[in-house]
């Protein structure tokens, strides 16, 4: 194979973009590309190591030999090494040798840029460049409508290689079969998004994908690049769209990885203070130097950009935003202001919400943060961080430890489920049962639930439906949508088997007619965000745990009005109040047969009369069922 001649994509104002951490699409640069020169098939590679004496590409093409290929060092000061390597071509496997000027240290990495890595427990990376023909234009051009603020927006959240897998051969799905059976599965149930826990390139099952060492390569576990582009590109031709997780909080200090990349703290903040997190035992991103802001934001453009992504659901934005997350007093220091907030990392995070949004105004950025802090999903222009969405963490734990009791003592805890919308519209929050409630002996959803096996499912079916008509979006984990009943294990497949039983049938679908609803009511998602789509009618009577609210759309006649009863009490002529006289019809209820419910409670048309209730002039008398939801809707 020919020597490496020097060859350039960098221009000048690449260059400069690059180090003021305002290029965001490196991707186009770095990384290794095919291309011809000269009328030379071969490979151009180009690498950020400013610390080092040397670089060469060490591959199966030149069996893995340092020097053999030496990469040539810009002259500007970028710390860019490059070269175009004649005959190298797709397929190639292979590393940077790094010799640095650090003690002389030498490394072996992965291409931070690389678009397809080998499997796990092998680390190299591979030249991989094929053109994949999208056929989702109809999505495309409409996906602003799909993914707006006042749009239905149920998401199921996914780990690839759980959700099922194929028994006979004890293998993951592939990104080809996903393509067939996911898909039909979430089509089925009529949730209008995915999101996937990581895709990116890791190499520690165990970590769910949670720990990455190749940001721009989906992983090799399930196949090809171009399969999990056609595992995309069949969502969006049903409907579907797609979130991913994304992981810009830590990385993991494998050896092949970007800690300590060049010799130096390249990528990581020097300080183990600000770079390092005990929790994880992984590195933190330096935030505040600019070239690692372009490769953050570099790879969150990318998969929005080469994979069509319709969001990103940015992972762990707490221990970005605080300087002492999860440590003690002497093991952080305060910012120049002398607070806590890591003002590096807030202003990285507007930044990449910014370029996101410029650049594809038709996605979402979702928040999983779990304090207080202000603003996280306001724009950056009035001083939030500029997220679309945020996890609502404190109505997750507040529900859940409230389903978690014994009905008898709920009417104690009332609060527990009213105290969410005293700050349910100071964010556009995301109401998530996400992988983490279902792990670390904190039992599935299902085990959390009391009582009997009936009561156990009529709690959850409660749950579900309390969920649905809450103001938000919604996210479920797989599993939790046919009442999994045991941990989520990410070594084995769901248990499938399950929907050979009734209780477990009539949740999943439960889910599929919550899903329908969503979509069909405007009153549940056209004002999610605002006071305005929401209205107590009682939440005083903790005595015999009812709760009872209206749901409002643009247009009055949307206006729903729910009704939960959360104990095993059955309630035959249960009185509500209602602003305005008419008939009003049962739209939904949660103790349908179908569901495994009782069936007995059902209500075809109300009628109001004359009786003030509740503070107001009309009202209606109903059938509630035990530990049951009803929502009515005005027919006149």
């Known amino acids: 194979m020919a020597e490496v001649i020097a060859h350039s994509l960098f221009t000048e104002f690449d260059i400069n973009l690059f180090k003021g951490g305002r290029h965001y699409r490196l991707y186009e640069k770095f990384g290794s590309h095919m291309m011809t020169l000269n009328g030379v098939e071969g490979t151009y590679f180009a690498v950020w190591a400013p610390s080092a004496k040397h670089v060469s590409v060490i591959g199966d093409f030149n069996y893995w030999v340092e020097g053999a290929h030496p990469l040539h060092v810009r002259w500007d000061s970028s710390g860019i090494w490059e070269g ?116 990116m390139e890791f190499p520690y099952d165990p970590s769910w994908g949670y720990q990455l060492t190749g940001y ?66 992984s590195l933190i991103f330096n935030y505040g130097r600019n070239e690692v802001k372009s490769f953050l934001i570099s790879n969150a453009i990318f998969w929005l950009d080469q994979y069509h992504a319709d969001g990103l659901r940015v992972d762990a934005v707490a221990s970005m935003l605080f300087l002492d997350y999860s440590r003690e007093d002497g093991q952080w220091e305060p910012n120049m202001f002398g607070g806590r907030e890591n003002l590096e990392a807030m202003s990285f995070m507007r ?52 389903f978690a009791k014994e009905p008898i003592y709920r009417k104690h805890h009332q609060n527990d489920l009213t105290f969410s919308m005293t700050y349910a519209f100071t964010e556009n929050f995301m109401l998530p049962l996400s992988h983490d409630e279902v792990v670390y002996g904190k039992k599935s959803i299902l085990g959390r639930m009391p009582g009997d096996e009936w009561q156990r499912f009529a709690n959850l079916r409660s749950l579900y439906s309390y969920m649905f008509t809450h103001p938000g979006t919604k996210l479920l984990f797989q599993g939790a949508e046919f009442a999994q009943s045991d941990e989520w294990n990410f070594e084995t497949s769901l248990d499938w088997h399950l929907l050979q039983y009734e209780p477990h049938k009539g949740i999943q679908e439960l889910i599929r007619s919550l899903n329908t609803l969503y979509k069909k009511e405007p009153a549940l998602y056209q004002k999610q965000f605002s006071g305005d789509g929401f209205e107590w009618i009682d939440y005083n009577d903790a005595e015999n745990s009812t709760f009872v609210y209206m749901r409002h759309g643009e247009q009055e006649k949307d206006t729903l009005i729910v009704v939960c009863n959360l104990t095993p009490v059955p309630k035959e002529t249960f009185k509500i109040g209602l602003p305005k006289s008419g ?30 209730w509740h503070f107001r002039d009309y009202s209606i008398e109903a059938k509630i069922p035990p530990l049951g939801v009803v929502i009515f809707k005005y027919i006149s």
Not at 166 to 185: G, H, N, P, T, W
Not at 237 to 243: A, R
Not at 249 to 266: K, R, W, Y
């Open 583 to 612: 008939k009003l019809k049962e739209v939904f209820n949660s103790d349908l047969e179908k569901f495994f419910g009782t069936g007995k409670y059902s209500n075809k048309t109300v009628a109001t009369t004359e009786a003030p």
């Open 216 to 281: 721009f390569a989906p992983t090799s576990r399930f196949g090809y690049p171009e399969e999990f582009k056609l595992l995309v590109d069949k969502l969006h031709q049903n409907d579907i769209g797609i979130l991913l997780d994304w992981v810009p909080s830590h990385f993991p200090e494998d050896a092949h990885g970007l800690g300590f990349f060049d010799g130096t703290h390249l990528y990581e903040h020097p300080d183990p203070k600000k770079g390092y997190h005990n929790d994880w035992k």
């Open 351 to 402: 930044e990449m919400n910014e370029a996101v949004y410029s650049s594809f105004p038709d996605v979402q950025t979702i928040a999983e943060e779990s304090t207080a802090f202000p603003m996280v999903s306001k724009p950056t222009f009035m001083g939030g961080l500029g997220f679309g969405m945020k996890w609502m963490m404190g109505w997750m734990h507040d529900t859940l430890q409230y």
């Open 84 to 199: 175009f390597i004649p005959g190298a071509g797709k397929g190639t496997t292979y590393k940077y040798k790094i010799h640095s000027n650090n003690n002389d240290i030498k490394t072996e990495k992965a291409d931070p840029y690389a678009r397809r890595c080998e499997h796990p427990p092998k680390t190299a990376s591979i030249v991989w460049d094929e053109p994949y023909n999208w056929k989702d234009d109809k999505w495309m051009k409409k996906r602003k409508k799909h993914n707006a603020l006042d749009a239905p927006f149920s998401v199921y959240e996914v780990h690839l290689g759980s959700w099922k897998k194929q028994i006979e051969e004890k293998r993951f799905l592939s990104y080809v079969e996903l393509a067939d059976e996911l898909v039909a599965y979430v089509k089925e149930m009529n949730f209008t998004h995915v999101e996937l826990m990581p895709i």
